[in-house]
């Protein structure tokens, strides 16, 4: 869909890209299409795709698997097609928010969901966090993100863009870049470039099968309380989540565990922080752990 062919589909509706819902509508075929053939999708799949926007996606999407569902939170665009009737019958358009729906209703019998989407950059780190919360109901995700987002998901330890998101995503699944994609492909055009990346959730990377088992929701506490401040020591980090009654049992399980109270969380790989997880859930087992000291 040409740059004027858009604008004049979204003037006839009488709508306009919705800025709260970060709407950039891709406007070149050949984007759209590169990105279908790097999803690398099989005749027989069923996707799931966020954000149908005007179709630029859903058609080549629709042309390259068995039957796509497509999520789109906006009433003005769930009218046009509906209006229109210019979608693939083997679209089913749903009128729904992602970070709300029912994920598990969308699978198929025995099926994990495979994901494609230009997602409104609005709604990215939620998107992202839900992702992780439902690993083990996704085959993988290929997702267009602002790239400075991309490239924090693929962050390593120590430097400025290694975060929460870094070592959460790492911990249940791999992410890969695919394509750079520049703002003219968009309209209206973002002031930031973009990037497709992959997230394969299954079969589960060699990297976190080598971890074993870990309690992963105490992990996600750990994470997001250290790097909620990151400023703060791991020690003092830590403390915030009210895990332990008193610092001196929490710094006792970092030394323990081989690290230094002192350190920053920023300095830590998923390996230390599983590490971490495994010292402090033995602690917390511990009899002697928040045992209060008798008054004289």
Known sequence: MAPLHTKQTLRHQGLAPHKKLGQNFLIHARTPERIVELAGLSPDDQVVEVGVGLGALTRPLAAAVRSVIGLEADSGIIRLHQEQQDLPANVRLL?????????????EPGQRLKIVANLPYSISSPFLFRLIEHADLIDYAVI?????????????????????????????????????????????????????????????????????????????????????????????????????LDKTTLSRCLV??????????????????????RSLVKAKRSPTTNKQPTPP
């Open 144 to 244: 267009m993100l602002q790239k400075e987002v991309a490239l924090r998901l693929m962050a390593q330890p120590g430097s400025k863009e290694y975060g929460a998101p870094s070592i959460l995503l790492a911990a249940c699944a791999e992410v890969r870049p695919l394509l750079a994609v520049d703002p003219a492909e968009f309209h209206p055009r973002p002031k930031v470039d973009s990037l497709v990346i992959r997230i394969g959730f299954h079969p589960l990377p060699e990297r976190v099968q080598a971890l074993g088992q870990f309690d992963r929701a105490l992990l996600t506490t750990i994470v997001h309380a250290v790097f909620g401040q990151r400023r703060k020591t791991l020690l003092n980090g830590l403390a915030s989540t009210g895990l332990f």
């Open 256 to 277: 323990e565990a081989g690290y230094s109270p002192q350190l920053r969380g920023e300095t830590l790989a998923l390996e230390d922080f599983v590490r971490l997880t």
């Open 95 to 107: 009128h729904a928010d992602v970070l709300k729906v029912d994920l598990a209703a969308l699978a």
